[in-house]
């Protein structure tokens, strides 16, 4: 048999569902004629953020795989494999090589060497026989220890070789690594002495789908919960003692907890120094607990550290913690729950002026607001974009469900929320799959929204069109005003209609739901929507100093 279809047959006992690719890569007709269904997306960064989806929405249980052509192709990926990168998500990328007499040599872009920094395990095929050696390192590497992408290069010579009919090829483990003991009794004390502890959630929590025990441990020591964006929805929203998640723009009671805690205890995070996630406030007592030691000490010093899968240490810990309660609840949850909730009052008070106004151009908060009444939260997956978009809806929006919110931002690259929205609907058909983004964002990766038709895909794209970008309003005053540098136009209601889907224009506050109620009918036909707000240039975020 041929390389390609091996790999074809590799990808399909390793549980592949759907190849999500752009030709010329053979693998992409091998593993057709293994019943795999093949995604041909309008451009490789697009069907990078789609397989990153999947992987993600599936806690890494599957893995998103993309394939994509030598050369241009291959280059045209490099995006999409560092935005995974950046955020940690297991993906599999399989691009093709040069020949191999041409391989490697100057012009010919190799994977080899450029994705070696965006990929935990990145490799070359030279010989036929090794390709099943090849995926099993590779699978075992984006299925084990931290989420990140892998690669296998394969030289198109290569893809068309001849290997033997049984090859040999097991399915790879997926292996939990489970903490020190020790570390965590010592964590497990200092929890207990706390007397103002917070918890923050990294996505270490959904990778190892320990939602129930998060909840646990937080009841059991009536500590309050905050997230990373990218662990959003790891704890309710809606839970009294929830403080909203972390981000750029955040809520009052969180900047309020965080910095009025003797103890801040992270899970499964990475606790990476970003624009895009909470800052720690100078001088807290510090206890991470987390999968890869390589981010421990990193940007912030652990004043206890513990290196393990977050289920596992979570388990150890609420046995540890139940230990010294001795099942006598301290009578906190009441005091605790009561300053949460005064505090999300005040600033719910200061913000609803903008989340419930009348006015045209639309508050793109009120937009928000009422996509977040309208559908049905629980049964909703939504993801924001770079921009302002993510500021405005990541303090608001109460995810209550695990992996209902996608959070991303350690690297930001404006239109990645399409690619994501779409690869959660592949893996999650039942859900209604929303992205919010604005009108630049739209610019990178907009034209994939045709391959949300053609595919069947149909997903709710929600835009915020204010004609600019208005997040950088502040920093280029100059060359707005000299040159309109700022501003952006066009009709995306009409782009959408024009590539197939249903696209509809909103100006008016009350038309707002009513266009929202179309639009999901919309994507239960089978359509993907795409909602066109036109809103103002908002420049208010929720952000303390
Ligand atoms: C690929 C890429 N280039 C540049 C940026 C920097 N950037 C972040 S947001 C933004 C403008 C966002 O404008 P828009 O999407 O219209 O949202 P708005 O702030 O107007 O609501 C820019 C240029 C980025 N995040 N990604
Ligand atoms: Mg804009």
């Known amino acids: 048999m041929k390389v390609a279809n091996a790999v074809a047959k590799i990808l399909k006992k390793e549980g592949v569902e759907f190849l999500i690719g752009y030709p010329v890569n053979q693998i992409i007709e091998a593993a057709a004629e293994e019943d795999i269904r093949t995604i041909i997306v309008r451009q490789e960064r697009v069907g990078l953020h789609m397989a990153d989806a999947v992987s993600r929405i599936s806690s890494g249980q599957r893995i998103g795989v993309f394939a994509m052509q030598h050369g241009p192709g291959t280059e045209n990926a490099f995006g999409g494999v560092a935005q995974a990168f950046g955020d940690s998500v297991p993906i599999v990328v399989l691009p093709g090589g040069y020949p191999r007499k041409q391989l490697n040599i100057t012009p010919n872009f190799s994977s080899l060497l450029n994705f070696q920094h965006v990929t935990k395990w990145c490799e070359q095929v030279i010989l036929p026989d090794s390709i099943p050696d090849a995926m099993r390192r590779a699978f075992t590497q984006v299925k084990n220890g931290r989420p990140r992408p892998v690669l296998v290069e394969i030289p198109v010579d290569v893809m068309r070789a001849d290997i033997a009919d049984d090859f040999a090829y097991t399915p790879t483990p997926r292996l939990r690594m489970a903490p020190d003991p020790r570390a965590v009794t010592e964590l497990a004390a200092a929890l207990v002495a706390a007397n103002r502890l917070v918890i923050y959630a990294g996505q270490g929590v959904h990778y190892a789908r320990a939602w129930t025990q998060l909840r646990e441990l937080a009841e059991l020591l009536e500590a309050p919960v905050t997230t990373s964006l990218q662990g959003k929805s790891a704890f309710p929203e809606t839970h009294p003692l929830s403080l909203g998640s972390g981000g750029r723009s955040i809520s009052k009671q969180l900047h309020h907890f965080l910095n009025n805690a003797d103890l801040i205890f992270g899970i499964g995070c990475s606790f990476t120094t970003t624009n895009y996630g909470v800052a720690m406030p100078k001088g807290k007592r510090i206890a991470h607990a987390t999968l890869d030691p390589l981010d421990i000490n990193k940007d912030i010093v652990a004043d206890l550290a513990v290196a393990g899968d977050a289920g596992l240490t979570l388990d150890a810990l609420i046995a540890e913690v139940k230990d010294r309660l001795k099942g006598k609840p301290r009578g906190r949850l009441g005091a605790v729950t ?145 040159y309109r540098s700022t501003d952006i136009s066009g009709n995306y209601a009409e782009f959408a209609r024009a590539l197939g889907g249903h696209g509809e ?41």
Not at 520 to 537: N, Q, S
């Open 338 to 482: 009561r300053e949460i909730a005064t505090l999300k009052q005040e600033w719910l008070a200061q913000w609803m002026p903008r989340l419930t106004q009348k006015t045209s151009p639309l508050s793109p908060y009120r937009v928000l607001w009422d996509l977040m009444h309208t559908v049905d939260v629980a049964n909703t997956i939504i993801t924001h974009d770079a921009g302002s978009p993510r500021d405005q809806i990541s303090p608001f929006w109460e995810p209550t469900e695990p992996l209902t919110y996608i959070g991303w931002g350690k690297t930001t690259q404006l239109g990645y929320g399409l690619g994501l929205a779409m690869g959660a609907k592949l893996a999650q058909p039942d859900k209604l799959c929303v992205n919010f983004w604005g009108d630049a964002a739209i610019g990178f990766t907009g034209m994939d929204f045709e391959t949300a038709v053609r595919e069947r895909i149909p997903i709710l794209s929600v835009l915020s069109n204010n004609f600019s970008m208005a997040i950088e309003l502040k920093v280029m005053k100059t060359a707005t005003a000299k």
């Open 505 to 545: 224009r909103v100006t008016e506050p009350d038309d707002i739901v009513p266009a929202i109620r179309r639009a999901v009918a919309k994507t239960r036909e089978g359509t993907p929507a795409l909602l066109e707000f036109i809103t103002e240039k908002a420049e208010d975020f929720s952000m303390f100093a």
